[in-house]
């Protein structure tokens, strides 16, 4: 004849089940917050990809007002842009901070990826533009090993200076502590980029 579980057995019984219960909810939650940190991760990522193209490809030329030799108001061209091995100078019409056009920079330093940003019309002088000391700036990546730009022109040829025009396209390449690498390979838009006769036909069209 069988015998009747014990009481210590029953209650044995139930502190394993609620331990087995307990684990199996601890690692779920456990798996729901590794997915969502994940899934923050990767939202982080795309928007600092979205962030750095919309700014490089609104790159533009820019317009000053002066006056001529006969004292009558004109409207002059500016052509502004600084790229080097490691940071680059222009002005975007889209940028990050603002809704101004803007004096805009990436440069590698302190690895990080920094990102400056001064409303062009706003506190700089426009005919020789440059950051102030309390320019507000953003820092993409913190644990970069390796940080290095690239220019082509429209000949696809590619760069490490380009100075006084526009480039067609710009490349970023990262890498991480981990050895994990980054590339943004962004275009300039066409209709921003555009000639220096069509600018000019632009600004005397009246």
Known sequence: MRKAFTLVELLLAVVLLTLLIGTALF????VLLNITKTQKSSF???LKFHQIRTSIESMQHYVVDEVNQFNQPMKKLHVFFKGREHAFEFISLNPTLSTLPSLSSFECKDNALIYKEEPLYKRIDVNQPDFLEDTPFIRY???LDACQF???NQKGQSFETFENKLPTAIEIALRDEDEAEKM???TIKSDYNISYADMYELLYAE
């Open 150 to 152: 690239k220019y082509y």
């Open 184 to 186: 943004i390979f962004t």
């Open 141 to 143: 990546w913190h644990d």
């Open 27 to 30: 690692s779920y939650r456990q």
């Open 44 to 46: 982080n990522e795309v």
